[in-house]
Each structure stands twice: as C-alpha cells, then as structure tokens.
T-cell receptor, first 112, second 116 residues
Framework: GDSVTQMEGPVTLSEEAFLTINCTYTATGYPSLFWYVQYPGEGLQLLLKATKADDKGSNKGFEATYRKETTSFHLEKGSVQVSDSAVYFCALSPPNTDKLIFGTGTRLQVFP | DTGVSQNPRHKITKRGQNVTFRCDPISEHNRLYWYRQTLGQGPEFLTYFQNEAQLEKSRLLSDRFSAERPKGSFSTLEIQRTEQGDSAMYLC??????????????FGPGTRLLVL
C-alpha cells in the first residue's frame, strides 16, 4: 500500500543553520505531496505542497521539490530560526482520494 | 476566523464506557475527515465524508467505531466499549471538493482521549 518514510528525529540545529528533512514515498500513480507542521501546543497546519512531478512547493523560506524519479519530497530551509522548532510531517494523497497518508514526523529543535 | 473546532478537547473515561466526539468543520467545506494520532506517530486516516455520505472507512475503524454527519455539517465519532488501546488524539479536518488535486485539509485542535 501507499506509505511515507521520513527521517527520524530529533534534528537539532543552531540558528541560521541549513535544514534538510528527508522524505520518500511509495505510491501507485501520481500522488499529491505535502509537508504539515505542528508547533508546540498547536494543531497541524499545511506548510507547503506539490501536486505534480517537478513542482516546487515553498512557504516561509521552506522548499520541497516533487521528485518522481527518486520518489522523494525532501524539506529544506537555508537558515532556520528558533521559531521553526516544531514537528514536521510529510504526507501524500493518492490520486483517487483526498485522504492523507502521513509519515511518523520529525522533531526539529533549533537553539540560539 | 471560524476554523475547524472539536469538542471536547480532552476526555478521560474508564474502559468499557462509550464516548462521543464532535467536529464542526469550516462552514463552506463539504468534505470532512477523521484521523487518529498516537504518541510519536503521524496521524492515521479513519474515515471521511462528502456532505452526509461516508465515502471511505479505514480497516483501522473497528465495529466499535461509528461516525456520522447527519446534515452534512458537523460530524460525530463514537467509540463504544472503549479499550486502553483507543487512547489517542482524534483529529478532524475539512476541505472543499474541487476539480483541482491536492486540496489543503484544515485540521482542528483534536480531542485527546485517555482510557483508564
């Protein structure tokens, strides 16, 4: 079945460091891909998404590119801030349904 | 801003009791989803509605679980004869149906259930 695998955390970085959180997926057809973020004490919210191959999603300095050939959707940010500390979830939506299939989440901790 | 709301936010119950959760989606959204999230895991899909029709149910949804959306607005999720393994965060999300793929789902704050 369809699934998402993302790197285990926690990822611990100093402020202004470069961030990569790896995400790979298994799916039939062409799913839509998402990154959701959960800040401490808050609900899940969409960070960015891409709906077809080679699309790049971006928001708040974060980027991810839909790579069909490597079935990946890695999340990157050039310079993280303390306020980026949160849990990040990679997810896919199969082409025949809008339900989301999530990875296990990666906790990011950014220190000043 | 009327986002997705869920009630109650927290529920503690004893094993064997029945519990019911409510979700109020964003008013113009016709699709409503339920997910379950356990500690250290990502949310897992349970079921979804388009208007009042329940279109898909996960195999995770045992016969002790039932969900309704009687008028296509709010939804309830009932768990009968709760077990300790039902302890989790129950999340509701909503979105609009459109011809575009990958519509954003908007999540509520969740209901945290603890079964003693």
């Amino acid at each position: 079945g369809d699934s998402v695998t993302q790197m285990e955390g926690p990822v611990t970085l100093s402020e202004e460091a470069f961030l990569t959180i790896n995400c790979t997926y298994t799916a039939t057809g062409y799913p839509s891909l998402f990154w959701y973020v959960q800040y401490p004490g808050e609900g899940l919210q969409l960070l960015l998404k891409a709906t077809k191959a080679d699309d790049k999603g971006s928001n708040k300095g974060f980027e991810a590119t839909y790579r069909k050939e490597t079935t990946s959707f890695h999340l990157e940010k050039g310079s993280v801030q303390v306020s980026d500390s949160a849990v990040y979830f990679c997810a896919l939506s199969p082409p025949n349904t809008d339900k989301l299939i999530f990875g296990t989440g990666t906790r990011l901790q950014v220190f000043p | 801003d009327t986002g997705v709301s869920q009630n109650p936010r927290h529920k503690i119950t004893k094993r064997g009791q029945n519990v019911t959760f409510r979700c109020d989606p964003i008013s113009e959204h016709n699709r409503l989803y339920w997910y379950r999230q356990t500690l250290g895991q990502g949310p897992e899909f349970l079921t979804y509605f388009q208007n009042e029709a329940q279109l898909e149910k996960s195999r995770l949804l045992s016969d002790r679980f039932s969900a309704e959306r009687p008028k296509g607005s709010f939804s309830t999720l009932e768990i009968q004869r709760t077990e300790q393994g039902d302890s989790a965060m129950y999340l509701c999300a909503s979105t609009s149906t459109s011809i575009r793929r990958g519509e954003t789902q908007y999540f509520g704050p969740g209901t945290r259930l603890l079964v003693l």
